[in-house]
């Protein structure tokens, strides 16, 4: 790069993006890559802390912070992102749709590992609205060597796309909700418009309640209907503590085909139980699901809901950051 000073620099092009800061009122930019320098320009250019302007001689192997950051991006950017032109060497990532944010954290960690190579996301597995930024990347240098950028284009490709929105699908659930209190009034439901709201917000819906006593087999019957009616998850509420006469989580595990966990380290929600029948989830809700805005529930739903399955080392792993 060649230096220049100001005063001589007019006609000119500048080779990047140059940033004002003003304390309390605003920081961006204010001149663009491109921008060819008048004699106007030169009091703002001194005002800014520029006294020198560099000119590119760009050589071969080398590539300009915002060509870096446009192969960064189209390298990761899966389904349902959108991005932005370079703006001050970065680019930013938004979603387009109300989904789960999906980033393989390891190829992450790896390109973020090469050097001179930024990559910021938000944390994977959370729900995304549309318009929300959910990563941020740019090269560090004006300047950067190519190989770099050809490393982290090889890692992602090797798990293409490091980064997407997985969409949550349309499910038509069956709730079972038990408890002799219930079924004889003298308690009435929360679960059913508590279950009924957090669904409607992922598109999904409540197509029936069924609300039965204590008993092992009047669960199990309840849960077959379901089943018959072809429903895409159960969701069964109450009777999932520890007393003698709490008999749900011995009713899903006799028809589940597999039990991926009865109890989950998250507070609140450690209670709740998790299974399959053949494809299908059955969730065994505890009565903080109730009370609290966040629970274990909230945490399993949304993956749940965005087509992926749900394994004991998952969940395992929900133990760092499990408490609510």
């Known amino acids: 790069m060649k230096e220049v000073r100001v005063e001589d620099a007019i006609g000119m092009v500048l080779a990047h993006d140059l940033t004002r800061i003003v304390p309390g009122e605003c920081k961006g930019r204010v001149f ?22 560099y000119i590119l001689d760009l050589k071969p192997g080398e590539l300009h912070e915002d060509d870096a950051a446009l192969r960064l991006s189209a390298a990761i950017k899966g389904d349902h992102l959108s991005a932005n032109e370079p703006h001050e060497g970065k680019v930013t990532l ?27 996301t938000k944390k994977s597995g959370i729900v995304v609205d549309p318009g929300t930024k959910v990563a941020g990347l740019r090269a560090i240098p004006l300047v950067i060597e ?33 408890g002799s209190e219930i079924l004889t009034g003298r308690i009435e439901d929360r679960f059913g418009p508590r ?28 849960i077959k209907d379901f089943l018959a009616e072809g429903v895409d ?17 011995g009713a899903i595990r006799g028809v589940a085909t597999e039990v991926v966990s009865y109890g989950m380290p998250v507070l609140p929600g450690s ?17 903080c699901v109730i009370y609290d805005d966040v629970t274990s529930f909230d945490l399993l739903l949304p993956r749940v809901l965005a087509g992926e ?8 792993k929900m133990g760092h950051g499990g408490l609510l």
């Open 32 to 53: 663009k890559k491109g921008h060819v320098i008048s004699e106007e320009d030169i009091p703002m250019l001194l005002d800014i802390g520029k006294q020198h302007i």
């Open 94 to 120: 938004k979603s387009t749709i109300r989904g789960l944010l999906s980033i393989d954290e390891e190829a992450l960690f790896h390109i973020n590992s090469i050097g001179e190579i930024a990559i910021v």
């Open 195 to 222: 279950i009924r709201e957090k669904l409607t917000f992922y598109g999904s819906e409540v197509i029936g309640q069924k609300i039965v006593g204590d008993q092992v087999t009047d669960i199990q019957t309840a």
């Open 271 to 287: 209670m709740m139980m998790f299974a399959y029948i053949d494809k299908i989830p059955v969730f065994g809700l505890p009565g």
């Open 146 to 178: 190519e190989e770099k950028i050809v490393q982290a284009e090889r890692i992602a490709k090797e798990v293409y796309p490091l980064i997407t929105v997985k969409p949550f699908a349309k499910y038509r659930v069956g709730v079972v909700t038990t």
């Open 233 to 249: 998850m159960i969701i069964c509420t109450g009777g999932m503590s520890v007393d003698p006469d709490d008999r749900t989580p």
């Open 309 to 316: 399955t749900i394994t004991r080392e998952q969940i395992a």
